[in-house]
């Protein structure tokens, strides 16, 4: 993007000091042609929004931040010819409100559906009409019609459900929680109890997010639910690198992949057994992408904690992986973040295509062939690698998914 100075001379905005080094990113115009908006954590600790006057080439005033997690981005409307909004993800998506009749506009759909997350799908211009999709962790949600005409009562009209198979009544609660790491670290998670449960301790899965630079938040949850539904107690830890909760507990995972991530998850394992009322003989460890790689690292560092693991798409060779991002070199800021300083001979303690030998409980690898995001010989290498050793696993192989349990996207183009 090019600004203008007051000469009249133009230069890429990305020259500007406050955007080396990423300190700051822009995120959208404002619609006064003077100014856009940006976020950084620099100054705040966690992602905090600002807005940057290109006339002057400076920032004109912080706009919003919240004390505990990071803003996630900003909401516009055509409509009113502004930025409405903040919006940021505590347990769910909330929004900071910038104008007071479009808080009444939101406010009246959240009155009509409480204690739901209500997303607003699409609306026309004039926001007399809008789509919204109304969610809880134990429902998979419902699509609405928002009526919002001038001098007209307000109202919903159901249109559809994303899931007609699935009956609500049958889906299990969700909690969250806080658990407290080796380092004292305060770890963030939550836990899906079945809502009809035998009798006694029950099973459970420790199912830990993919990215790993991503996060679970308070929604509906395909694999929770499907899991709580057969009668397992699911826990999902935000580990430290888990984005959103500010910058430093993001960096807490710099370098932690297969150490110190892992024994987030590990701590919220025995959390789980002290405080739930979970059978410790009865505990798998699964995931997908980041949490497979989470998932395999989990037998073979605590196979006393963990009867089997399920690895959906791992990343199985880290030096494989940061090959194919093209980032194969000790000074580069992908390997930090995976490998912190790890040299390339020690990188193979966090590869557990490296470790087979350590693997001695059973393991269910899938992966798609047509993978774009970890390539399908991660998963297709280990289980050689497994069935050379003689350690019990079964491979299934996805003809044509993606990372996403999906078509690829050329099949729709």
Known sequence: MLIKRKNG?????????????????????SFDDESIFVM??????????????LERGELAGKVF?????????????????KVVAAHYVNDYRTYEFFDEDYAKFRKSIDQAL????????SNTLNEHFAIVLSVS???????????????????????????PGVVPDKLSPMKKVRYEARDTLSVPAYVTTPKYAQAGKLPAVIMPHGGPWARDYMTYDL????????????????????????????ALGYGAWGRSMQDDITDGTRWLIDNENVDSDRICIVGGSYGGYASLMGVIRQPELYKCAVAFAPPTDVKMLLKEWGDYDEYNWDYFRVAGTL???????ISPIKRVEEINRPVLLVH???????????????????KKEGKEHKFVELEDSSHFLSEPWERHT
């Open 223 to 250: 694999w929770a639910q499907f899991l709580a539904n057969r009668g397992y107690v699911v826990l999902q830890p935000n580990f430290r690198g888990s984005t959103g909760y500010g910058s430093r507990y993001e």
């Open 40 to 53: 950084s954590s620099h100054i705040t600790g966690r992602d905090t929004l600002f807005k940057f006057n």
């Open 65 to 81: 931040e919240h004390d505990e997690v990071d803003v996630s981005g900003i909401l516009l409307s055509n409509a009113r010819k």
């Open 137 to 163: 962790p134990d429902d998979p949600g419902t699509y609405y019609i928002f009526y919002n005409l001038p001098d007209q009562p307000k109202r919903l009209v159901e249109f559809g459900i994303p899931y």
């Open 114 to 121: 409480p204690n739901r997350n209500n997303y607003l799908v």
């Open 343 to 349: 040299d390339k001979k020690e990188i193979t303690r």
């Open 368 to 386: 798609g062939t047509e993978d774009g995001r970890v390539d399908f010989d991660h998963s297709k290498k280990l289980a050689k690698k497994l």
């Open 9 to 29: 001379e133009w230069y890429p905005l990305h020259d500007h000091e406050l955007f080396e080094d990423r300190r700051f990113r822009m995120l959208g115009f």
